[in-house]
């Protein structure tokens, strides 16, 4: 195995083991359950996304730039997932107010998406005019968490709004990098190479989807579930 396949091998050893470690140490009473789902189910994903980049599936060359098609289709999937299970801890369950999911998803997919086209740019203009649109979605994704959804969240008060804080600056610093990147990689400033590029991700991803997911259900596990109102 070439040495520029061992960041994927990784990738895939650890998402696969801490998927199941997810679910076994998780909270699996009535009210929280469904988060325990959500983080461990992601890192089932993206070791998914990790064996097919292993085995070269929708790996493409772009300009002599190589293009991991899994990673996008990953992000495509798992974002949504975790941002689900965000909004949903800042609205305390109360589904009636799901259309900030909705937004907040919808934005988060264009993100992804906007993010592919930039990558698959065939010129470098056309490249950084999709990143900026991309940025953009990004923008919106956190003003929608931090203004109107974070006010949500004020409003019906502990213990789940102090989850939903803490856990939504986590996101934001960790989410804030892949775009910086994705600036200063072989699609962007070329700063980084190819490979150095793979192991940044692989190290932004596993803080990502697996050190977040452990504090997450850590955080739900600690909360006395007859303490919040979900009415």
Avoid: C
């Avoid at 997810?22 to 064996?51: E, Q, W």
């Amino acid at each position: 195995m070439s040495t520029d396949n061992l960041p994927l091998l990784i990738g895939f050893i650890v998402m696969s083991v801490s998927s199941l470690a997810l679910y076994v140490s998780g909270d699996k009473g009535k009210t929280f359950r469904h988060h325990t789902h959500f983080h461990s189910v992601v890192p089932f994903i993206a070791a998914t996304a990790y064996l097919a980049m292993l085995l070269g599936v929708g790996v493409i060359e772009i300009g002599g730039e190589t293009i991991y098609l899994a990673r996008y289709a990953d992000w495509t999937v798992t974002t949504p997932i975790l941002l689900t299970g965000l909004v949903l801890t800042a609205l305390h369950e109360h589904h009636r107010f799901s259309g900030f999911v909705v937004s907040v998803v919808i934005l988060d997919v264009l993100m992804v998406l906007t993010g592919l086209l930039s990558a698959l740019a065939p010129d470098a203009g056309a490249r950084w005019i999709w990143f900026w649109w991309s940025s953009a979605a990004f923008a919106g994704v956190l003003y929608l968490l931090w203004k109107p959804v974070r006010e949500r969240s004020e409003h019906y008060g502990q213990p789940l709004d102090s989850i939903y804080k803490k856990n939504l600056a986590f996101v934001t610093v960790v989410w804030l990098a892949y775009p910086i990147v994705f600036a200063i990689g072989p699609q962007g400033l070329r700063i980084t190479d190819t490979v150095t590029n793979v192991w940044i991700i692989l190290a932004l991803d596993i803080i990502a989807k697996v050190v977040y997911g452990f504090v997450s259900v850590r955080r739900f596990g600690k909360v006395d579930e007859t303490a919040v109102d979900l009415a």
